[in-house]
């Protein structure tokens, strides 16, 4: 009687290959969903709130070189190889020109590029100076001549206490003392407000680098550091003089004298065509320092970096008193009444 022939078994090493296979691929795929979900997500702004970045790109900066930049400053999620090719992707990186941009953290890639290869347009701008120990009346002029801004209006929004210098003015102040004089370069077609902001933004950027940590050690507050700086700046007119007033001013308030400096009751000169008069110097106002101790309620006039560093490094010094004393502007500077009284007969 014949065999029955053998049945076979299905080819194991073959299905191993195949269900290898499927998982390569299935591998493969996974990786390039990844990939273009991060290619994807690098596209997209970074996340975070938006804020303005001032951007450069350098003559002859290479595309490389700015995808790098704008990866650097939060302007775009990715850098490195990915960053690189997703800006090289855009087909404008050789278009792209050099100057100064205004980006912000919320732009697309595609919004960015658009940005950098459109030349700038030109938008005429006025030169606008404003002097070291001038007032808020006299910018106001002053941008009223230069720009044609009325004064009234611009000292009425500066007085408004809408505007902030985070840290240096108390909420709700106006801005006496604190629209630095500089010579600027502005639009023309400037707002008051515009004006404004321009003065308080360079205040705080000259501001960072003094040593506000001293503040605390004179015992005054920021602000009250920039009324001792207002006054520095109108009464000293040789830098040389100006620790010295400084250090007067501090011994004067410590020891609970009244400053006796007349800058700042001019500051509040009822009659200022007559110059002081005898009554002037009688007149009850916070500004007379004649008449009351401390100093008075706000600066006096807007400082310019020499006179606020002085204000926080004043001169150790025993004087209490000085006078002016010859054309150059110097004064002459005592320890006791009868000292100083000398230096008036000799200097007046």
Not at 266 to 276: I, K, R
């Given at each position: 009687m014949p065999r029955?022939?053998?049945?076979?078994?299905?080819?194991?090493?073959?299905?191993?290959?195949?269900?290898?296979?499927?998982?390569?691929?299935?591998?493969?795929?996974?990786?390039?969903?990844?990939?273009?979900?991060y290619y994807q997500g690098c596209k997209e702004p970074p996340a975070g709130s938006a804020r303005e970045v001032?951007?450069?790109v350098a003559e002859g900066a290479t595309g490389e070189q700015v995808a790098r930049a704008l990866h650097a400053e939060g302007l775009v999620a990715c850098g490195g190889f990915v960053g690189n090719a997703l800006f090289k992707s855009?087909?404008?990186?050789?278009?792209?020109?050099?100057?100064?941009?205004?980006?912000?953290?919320?732009?697309?890639?595609?919004?960015?590029?658009?940005?950098?290869?459109?030349?700038?347009?030109?938008?005429?701008?006025?030169?606008?100076?404003?002097?070291?120990?001038?007032?808020?009346?006299?910018i106001a002029e002053r941008v009223e001549d230069v720009m044609g801004i009325?004064?009234?209006?611009?000292?009425?929004?500066?007085?408004?206490?809408?505007?902030?210098?985070?840290g240096y003015l108390p909420k709700g102040q106006g801005l006496e003392g604190f629209l630095f004089p500089e010579t600027y370069r502005v639009p023309e077609a400037s707002t008051a407000d515009e004006v404004i902001q321009v003065l308080l933004d360079q205040f705080a950027l000259e501001a960072e680098v003094l040593p506000w940590g001293n503040a605390k050690?004179?015992?005054?507050?920021?602000?009250?550091?920039?009324?001792?700086?207002s006054m520095i700046e109108e009464e000293a007119a040789v830098d040389k003089d100006r620790p010295l007033i400084a250090g007067v001013i501090y011994n004067r308030l410590r020891d609970g004298i009244t400053l006796g400096i007349d800058a700042t009751l001019?500051?509040?000169?009822?009659?200022?065509?007559?110059?002081?008069t005898t009554s002037d110097l009688a007149f009850d106002t916070p500004y007379n320092t004649r008449l009351h101790a401390g100093l008075p309620p706000t600066p006096i006039a807007s400082p310019y970096l020499w006179s606020l560093q002085r204000a926080l490094e004043p001169a150790d010094t025993s004087f209490y008193y000085y006078v002016l004393c010859g054309q150059d502007g110097h004064h002459r500077f005592?320890?006791?009444?009868?000292?100083?009284?000398?230096?008036?007969?000799?200097?007046?």
């Open positions: 029955r022939a053998a049945r076979r078994s299905p080819d194991r090493r073959g299905a191993g290959k195949l269900i290898a296979l499927l998982l390569v691929l299935a591998l493969v795929a996974g990786g390039v969903f990844v990939v273009l979900r001032e951007f450069t855009t087909g404008k990186t050789e278009e792209i020109l050099a100057g100064s941009y205004t980006l912000t953290t919320g732009m697309t890639l595609d919004r960015i590029v658009e940005v950098l290869t459109t030349p700038p347009v030109e938008v005429p701008t006025v030169r606008l100076t404003i002097p070291p120990g001038f007032r808020l009346t006299e009325p004064a009234k209006g611009f000292l009425a929004r500066a007085n408004s206490g809408e505007f902030e210098v985070p050690d004179l015992g005054l507050s920021r602000y009250e550091i920039v009324i001792v700086a001019l500051y509040d000169d009822p009659t200022p065509e007559s110059g002081l005592a320890e006791t009444l009868a000292e100083h009284n000398h230096n008036v007969d000799v200097c007046l």
